[in-house]
Structures are given as C-alpha cells and as structure tokens.
C-alpha cells in the first residue's frame, strides 16, 4: 500500500471501458498525476467523470489498459483486493453527501471502520475523528442526527468520513453541488487544507469553472469519451 | 459486533417498522403456541382426572354429558338416578360407590353434595378448620375459598335453582365447616356438602317449627290424629344449626332421593368388567362409563378441531412470511443506495448481506422470544383459562 504521508501516484495508460448495455465507451490513452497533486476533472453529464472515477477506485475494471495507483495496479487485483485498496487507500466525497440516516454524525465519520475488518477502530481513530470535525467546525454536533444537519454541515461530516483513514487519494465526485457559494469555497478549503496535510492525491469532479483555478491540474472530458 | 452494532442503530432508529415486524412475528408465533400449550394443559388435565376415575355411573343419555358431570361439576347436570340405584350398585359388592349430586350452585361455584368417601378418594384434605360433620355444612375448595374470602365458621347462600321461580327451592345456609388443601383438580373450585344437605337444598328435605306445640293454628290446614296440613305461611329454616337441626327432616324415602351421578370405584379390573356387563342391558336403569375412554373420544373429536386449526396457523404463518418478504423486499430497495454507497466505500457484499440477515435474525429472535414470553405467562394462566372452559 501506498504510504499515506506521501499520497500516492495515479498512472493510467491505454485504458478502454465499455458499459456493456448502454455502449458508452470511455478511452484514455495516457495520464499521469503527481502523488499530492490536486486534479479537476470537466465535463458535460454523462461524459463519464464518475466512470473514471470508479475506474480510479477499483470498483470498475477496465476492459484494456491499466490503471496504476501508487505501486499497484488495480486490473489484475481480484474484487477482494480491490475493495481492501478501496478502504484503505481512497477517501470518497459525493455530491450528495451519501451520510447513513440512522447514525449519528460522529457514528458516519467512522462509518469506514465499521463496514471493513481492514480498518482497525482504537482510541487513535476516536481522537483522530474528534478533531477531524474539531476543524471543520462541526465538533459541537457529532452527536447530532445527520438528518438535522444543514448541507453545509452534512457535506463536512462527509469529508471528515473520507479522511478518517488518512487515504492516499481523495476522488470527489462533484463535492459542492449542492452547496451554497459561501459553503461552496469553504468546503473545498477545507478538503484541500486536510488532503494537503496527509499529502493525499485529490481528484475531483466538477461543474463549476469558478473552482478550477484551485487545482494544479485539469482534465476536461469530453475529448476523452466515444460513443458508438 | 460491528455489524450488530449498525444492525442494532438501523433499528433503533426504524422503530416503528421494527416494532411492527416484531409483533407480527410474535403473534404469528404466539397464536400457534398459545393453542398447543392450552390444548397439551387441557389434555393432560382432562385425561389424569378420568384416568384417575376408574368408573362413573349416572342415567343413560350423552356419554359427555355425564362424563363431565361426574368429573368436573357441569351447572347443567344430566338427568338424574335414585339413591336407591346407587343401592344397587353397592349391593353388587364390587367396588365403592360414592354418590354424587351437584345440581346447585354457590355464587355460581357447584355445590357438590356427597360422602366422605369422595374425599378419601381424591386423597383431599383439610387445611384448615374442619370436614362435614353435621347437615348443612360444606367444605371449599381452594380456590373457592380464595374467591369467595371464605374461612371456617363463615356462612354462604345457595343459589336459587331459578330465579324466576317463587315456588323453587330456596337458599340455605351453608356453615363453611374447613377448606381444602389445593389439588390442582376442578375440587378446587367447588363447595362439598353431605349428600343430605344436597337433598335440603333441593327441598326435599326441610325444616320448620313444630307444628304440634309450636305453629300457630293460623298456619294449620287440617289436624287429623298424626296428620297435620299446614299452609304455604309456614316458614322453613333457611340455616341449619345445632338448635334447629332436630327439626329437619325427609319427606319420601331414602331410595327416592335424587343422585346426578356416582362414582364407582372396583378394587380390580375384573370386578370393573363385571359390573359393567351387569348394567350393559337395555334395560338397567344406568349407564355405566370409563371415563378414561369417554375422554379419549372427546379428545380425538378436540383433535379433529385442531388439524383446523393447524391449517389455519399455516395460512396466518404464510401470509405473514409474504408479509415479511414484502417489507423486506421494499426496504432493501429503500436501502440500495445505503448499501450501494457501503460498497464503495470498500465494504463487502457479503459483509452487506450479513448486515441485512442480522438485523432480520434480530427481529426474529425478538419476536418469537416475546411469543415464548407470552406463552410462558399463557401456561402460567392456562388453569384459570382452564377453569373458564370447563365451567361453561
């Protein structure tokens, strides 16, 4: 596994995916992203950012081509692998916050921990979540119903649950949209400001142009996708 | 334990549907087990109390009737016998035969009236003050005595054969003489007396003033030698006691005294298989039964009722399983995208399977432990439920 402190590489070449019903096809020849670098990934929807995401995380394999994350490649790793890689490696952030209804916000960040046996739960992760959401502004709310939280607050518990295992690459799907522009810049400060610190790899998905210059790198999609 | 611990916050915070799943279970559970309980209890009760009555005898008609009668003290008693073809039963010499009348009622508790032979029979005694000893005394059992706060020396009305009958027998006074130990028995539920005291709650036998030195000649119809007609002002006593107790007495014979059953106990099988072929005619007067068989045929015609029943417990637990797959049919769809997003986020398939088994084992667990409460408390009450039935 790749060493949080570093994040890690992402190296994909001559990668084609094809979802077999609907015939979209997704094609990248080559990329490469630094380990601790921040990429934005554009596109209009159904361009296949979230594809290309799930093919980053290992939970879709490509039909060609090889996708590198760090030291591993993640088309010969079986589903097992595949999901340890997963739980230990890879921090999600979904636009629509994705919390569990029935647990409490303290309870969501530590989520992780209770899905893998991978994960091991101590006093270390405690403290770490108690201050994960000390910094994010939320530490008065952790025993709060997710359901009572604002957006705002709802989508910081889901960055607090995609940096509890200090992941060596964060892959946001589209992390603002639903927020508001106040909330909006302060959630990305937030996760780069955290991801900086583990050194972890950010890729994130993304409409909207007004947080692109934030980002080292950007990769727009639609000159990547094919449909027959 | 984590996945109990996410299975348990799931329903924790579903109560409602929790709840509801659970009571379906246990219902489901609890109606089947319910009946099998009180049915094995009914059983078991039933065939111990004939199986320890070796023979009854009582007029000819329903088998169940008399049966029940002679076992539990029905209100509605089957035609009656003569004192003296109970006579004629111990003229035979085979076996003790214990008269029973249990016409009347106590604040709707059968009187029973009989001998001491009863007692000694079903091995009953006394737990406190004292057996029969002078007419118009009863003993209670336990649980009579329980519900009807009786101690010795107290005293109880009989209850008027028909209310709505002036002319009818009418209430004595019973002095509560001891009460029984409890048996566990339909005994416990009943009021003994002698079966002369049984006879006076039915008028046959009564007292009232001398009509020699003490009536008034207001009351007196005719005076003819021994012979003296008297009018309906004559009072009877309504109380037995040691002052009054003289003036009791019997109007007709003793063998014209009525008996709604009596026991017979053979000392061996063959005087048992004698003396029944010796009332097999069409012609005697009784019938003479085995409980024990009489029972075994009630039980088979309960049993009949039960595969019914059984079918019925099926279709309840069939409909409620289609129930239940529903529910959880809908809330895993409910759920998909919880599970979709556990998946992601590196959770196994299977690990999302246990979760949704275990959270289903837990309703499950929960829901046939409440039917096993409930039917441990339902075995706990089946003699109340037991008496109910039997006494109606």
């Not at chain 1, 993304?206 to 210059?213: C, G, I, Q, S």
């Not at chain 2, 009877?236 to 009791?248: K, L």
Request: glycine share 6%.
């Amino acid at each position: 596994m790749p060493s949080p402190e570093n994040g890690a590489s992402i190296r994909i070449e001559n990668l084609r995916f094809v979802y077999d019903q609907s015939g979209f096809e997704l094609a990248i020849d080559e990329l490469e992203l630094g380990s601790g670098s921040r990429l934005a990934v554009t596109g209009p929807s159904g361009c296949g950012k979230t594809t290309f995401l799930r093919l980053v995380a290992g939970i879709h394999v490509p039909a060609k081509g090889t996708v590198r994350v760090g030291h591993q490649e993640l088309s010969r790793m079986n589903e097992a692998a595949r999901r340890r890689f997963r739980i230990s490696t890879v921090g999600f952030v979904f636009q629509d916050f994705e919390l569990i209804d029935y647990l409490n916000a303290h309870e969501n960040i530590l989520f992780p921990y209770y899905i893998n046996s991978a994960l091991v739960l101590d006093a270390n992760v405690r403290r770490r979540a108690s201050e994960l959401a000390n910094r994010m502004g939320i530490a008065d709310k952790l025993r709060r119903s997710v359901t009572r939280l604002s957006q705002g607050e709802r989508q910081r518990v889901a960055i607090c649950r995609a940096l509890i295992a200090k992941p060596c690459i964060l892959l946001c799907d589209e992390p603002t949209g639903n927020l508001d522009p106040e909330n909006k810049s302060l959630i990305i400060d937030m996760l780069f400001e955290n991801a900086a610190e583990t050194g972890a790899t950010v890729v994130c998905v993304t409409h909207d142009h007004e947080l692109l210059p934030r980002f080292e790198q950007i990769m727009d999609f639609p000159s990547l996708r094919t449909t027959e | 334990m984590r996945s109990l611990f996410l299975a348990w916050r799931y329903m924790a915070a579903h109560r409602g549907k929790t709840a509801i799943l659970v009571a379906c279970i246990a219902l489901t559970a609890y109606l089947p087990l319910t009946v099998h309980l009180l049915l094995q209890e009914f059983e078991q009760d039933w065939t111990q109390r004939a199986s320890a009555t070796p023979l009854v005898a009582g007029a000819k008609g329903s088998r169940f009737d008399l049966t029940l009668h002679a076992l539990y003290f029905q209100t509605q008693p089957p035609e009656t016998i003569l004192m003296g073809d109970v006579e004629n039963l111990r003229s035979q010499r085979l076996g003790t035969v214990i008269p029973l009348n249990a016409r009347y009622s106590t604040q709707n508790i059968p009187v029973v009236g009989t001998t001491l032979a009863y007692f000694d029979f079903r091995n009953l005694s006394v737990r406190e003050g004292e057996s029969l000893a002078l007419l118009g005394d009863c003993v209670v059992g336990y649980i009579a005595s329980r519900e009807l706060g009786l101690t010795p020396g107290d005293g109880i009305l009989t209850d008027p054969e028909n209310v709505f009958d002036v002319a009818g027998t009418q209430p004595l006074r019973l002095r509560v003489a001891g009460i029984l130990d409890e048996s566990g028995t339909a005994d416990d539920n009943a009021v003994f007396v002698d079966i002369k005291t049984a006879w006076v709650i039915a008028g046959i036998g009564h007292g009232h003033a001398d009509m020699k030195t003490e009536a008034s000649d207001d009351v007196v119809l005719n005076r003819e030698n021994n012979r003296i007609v008297a009018n309906a002002a004559l009072e009877n006593h309504i109380e037995i006691t040691p002052e009054n107790v003289t003036s009791f007495h019997f109007h007709g014979e003793r063998e014209e005294m009525p008996v709604t059953a009596a026991i017979v106990v053979p000392p061996d099988d063959k005087s048992a298989v004698l003396l029944r072929g010796r009332y097999q005619s069409r012609d005697s007067p009784l019938q003479l039964l085995v409980p024990g068989d009489v029972v075994d045929e009630m039980l088979r015609l309960l049993l009949r009722a039960r595969a019914v029943l059984d079918a019925n417990v099926i279709l309840v637990a069939g409909s409620t399983i289609l129930f239940l797959i529903l529910v959880i049919a809908l809330s895993l769809k409910l759920r998909g995208s919880e599970l979709e997003i556990m998946f992601h986020l590196g959770c196994a398939r299977l690990t999302a399977a246990r979760l949704v088994t275990l959270e289903l084992a837990a309703v499950l667990i929960t829901g046939l432990l409440l039917a096993l409460a409930l039917g441990a408390a339902t075995v706990q009450l089946a003699p109340l439920l037991l008496k109910a039935l039997t006494q109606t």
